[in-house]
């Protein structure tokens, strides 16, 4: 069983723009995780099983987009502590942790852009946790550039980061 914290996220800015043809909002901010986090748990299981957390979507789509094909699947047990509905993406950090999770099982792993594809098709904020640090999000959200900040930013990333 692999298990991570899912640390939460807050935006030191935002800029909604005009609505694009996709139906979503051309956006610039700033993504920074904060110390609050989720705790998730993923193992092979033979069916899709996620437990903890009755609200849960992004989870269960998440591991399934992991799927390796051959009949396996993955079990994933979350321990909510971020607020539901709070604007702190638990459920997109919960989502990007299972993926990443799950995906290191694999035997043959996804690269990085490969999984942050899948994220990006979960929701706007979702690919932000498979990267290090603050990171300035353009577009719809999921085109991230990781971004200088103060010494202290950096700090409490890492931090947020490793909470376990």
Same mark, same amino acid.
């Given at each position: ?8 996220? $807050? ?18 901010? /700033?993504?920074?995780? /904060?110390?609050?986090?989720? *705790? !998730? ?12 957390? @009755?609200?849960?979507?992004? %989870?269960?789509? @998440?591991? &399934? ?11 994933? *047990? !979350?321990?909510?502590? $971020?607020? %539901? ?14 993926? *990443?999770?799950?995906?290191?099982? #694999?035997? &043959?792993? =996804? &690269?990085l852009d490969a =999984?942050?594809? =899948?994220?990006?098709? =979960?929701?706007?904020? %979702?690919?932000?946790? #498979? ?13 991230? &550039?990781? $971004? ?5 930013? @950096?700090?409490?990333?890492?931090? @947020? *980061?490793? %909470? /376990?």
């Amino acid at each position: 069983m692999r298990r991570a914290a899912a640390a939460a996220k $807050i935006n030191l800015a935002l800029v909604v723009g005009p609505q694009r043809d996709d139906g979503k909002h051309e956006l610039v901010t /700033v993504y920074q995780r /904060v110390a609050l986090s989720d *705790r !998730i748990a993923v193992e092979h299981s033979a069916e899709l099983r996620v437990t903890g957390f @009755a609200g849960d979507t992004l %989870v269960r789509q @998440a591991l &399934e987009l992991v799927a390796d094909g051959d009949g396996t699947s993955f079990a994933a *047990r !979350i321990e909510k502590r $971020i607020p %539901v509905a709070a604007g702190l993406a638990g459920g997109s950090t919960d989502a990007a942790t299972a993926l *990443r999770l799950a995906n290191d099982t #694999l035997a &043959e792993p =996804l &690269e990085l852009d490969a =999984l942050h594809r =899948l994220a990006s098709g =979960l929701g706007a904020d %979702v690919p932000f946790f #498979l990267h290090d640090g603050v990171q300035l999000a353009t577009g719809d959200g999921t085109t991230l &550039e990781p $971004i200088d900040m103060p010494q202290e930013f @950096a700090d409490f990333d890492q931090q @947020a *980061r490793e %909470v /376990v």
